[in-house]
């Protein structure tokens, strides 16, 4: 199972790459079409105020972001709301038909996807609508996610203005009024955060990389277009999934897993091999609500073994083998500013308490455990 770091094998001095594949199309690796996935966010626009006494209350509408996360495009046909009971409460094909390139996202009116008109007035779709879910052309759902996305929220910037008038009459010899104007801009505050978590690695607690994916399984060695190609196999213990899954974030005694490993099918010579892909959960809290990051693996090791490949004849390969492991220790858990790349906060142990005043990523870091010690470089 190779280990994929930041975008490159990692390991121990004698490491490589994947192998490149050839130019024949045969033995070109592609992604498979299961790895697309779109997300749906649902938040307020707001379009104007009022204030009462001391208090400023917003009228906005309903805005939806489609955004496709998936390395292919995306075509989307129908769209469904359900509601608080579970109960379906639109069913509606999108006019048209609507599609995505990968990585791209779009901001809809609610009448844009075909959804009743009762959709636009945000309070009332927020009382009735517990989640959308998207069906694309492959037959997959897509579900949604109630808040500004992340990407958007560092350049969302909405002003409102009205006026106000008072008006006094004066009374001499004849009556006049008079009428003054006030003019009045004020910003929509922000009223929430999303929050994410990421995956890190050190050989010495200096150099960090983020990890990506690992492979599950790959070949030993084999022949593609008259050539060799090296394989490796990389295992941990305790296995991938369980430490991803002890990564989590959420409101005191009530913690999700934040970091989540995607199994994709990579294709190649005739052959596949299982990919995870290593994906963020994001989660939204209200602006000062407490949240709680926390590690539940302290240590973890990566067990990995290496092929080489010889040919000898015509398609036959030859291999020899080496193995070894590598075992990790807890470093620190990082809070990190979304929109400036800030690091705000670094500790070292395995539970972080907070109150949450910004978009955050929470980074899980862990080190070669003959490189842990109580100072290391964020």
């Keep these: 199972m190779d280990r994929t770091v930041g975008g490159a094998l990692r390991g121990q001095g004698g490491w490589r790459g994947p192998p490149v594949a050839p130019s024949s199309p045969a033995c070109r690796p592609k992604v498979g079409s299961g790895a697309n996935?779109?997300?749906?966010y649902i938040f307020e626009y707001p379009t104007g105020?009022?204030?009462n006494g001391s208090q400023v209350q917003y009228t906005g509408e309903t805005r939806i972001v489609v955004h496709n996360t998936g390395p292919r495009d995306l075509v989307f046909d129908r769209i469904l709301a359900i509601g608080r009971s579970g109960e379906i409460v639109a069913d509606v094909p999108v006019p048209g038909g609507k599609g995505l390139g990968a990585r791209q996202w779009q901001i809809y009116r609610p009448q844009d996807l075909g959804l009743p008109q009762w959709f636009l007035n945000f309070s009332e779709m927020r009382s009735r609508v517990e989640r959308l879910v998207l069906l694309s052309g492959r037959g997959r759902t897509h579900g949604s996610i109630w808040g500004v996305p992340p990407f958007l929220e560092g350049i969302f910037r909405v002003y409102l203005t009205t006026t106000l008038a008072t008006t006094k009459e004066y009374s001499y010899v004849t009556s006049?009024?008079?009428?003054t104007y006030y003019t009045i801009t004020v910003s929509y505050r922000r009223i929430g955060h999303s929050l994410t978590g990421e995956w890190w690695e050190s050989a010495d607690g200096k150099k960090w990389y983020r990890v990506t994916g690992t492979r599950s399984h790959y070949w030993y060695c084999f022949a593609c277009g008259g050539s060799c190609y090296n394989s490796d196999y990389v295992s941990n213990n305790p296995n991938e999934d369980k430490v991803a899954s002890g990564m989590k974030a959420g409101r005191p005694g009530a913690l999700q897993q934040i970091v989540v490993l995607d199994r994709v099918h990579v294709y190649g010579c005739g052959r596949y091999t299982d990919i995870n892909r290593v994906d963020p959960i994001i989660l939204y809290f209200q602006d000062g609500e407490?949240?709680?990051?926390?590690a539940a693996y302290n240590e973890y090791t990566v067990d990995w073994s290496n092929s080489y490949c010889y040919q000898i004849w015509g398609d036959g390969c030859e291999w020899y083998w080496r193995e070894g492991h590598v075992r990790y220790r807890l470093q620190a858990i990082e809070l990190v500013d979304?929109?400036?790349?800030?690091?705000?906060?670094?500790?070292n142990q395995?539970?972080?308490q907070f109150e949450i005043h910004r978009n955050t990523i929470v980074r899980f870091k862990y080190v070669v455990v003959e490189s842990w010690s109580r100072s290391w470089v964020v």
């Design 37 to 40: 996935q779109a997300v749906l």
């Design 49 to 51: 105020f009022k204030v």
């Design 176 to 179: 006049t009024a008079y009428t």
């Design 290 to 294: 407490t949240v709680v990051a926390s």
């Design 338 to 347: 979304w929109d400036t790349g800030e690091v705000y906060a670094s500790l």
């Design 350 to 352: 395995s539970s972080v």
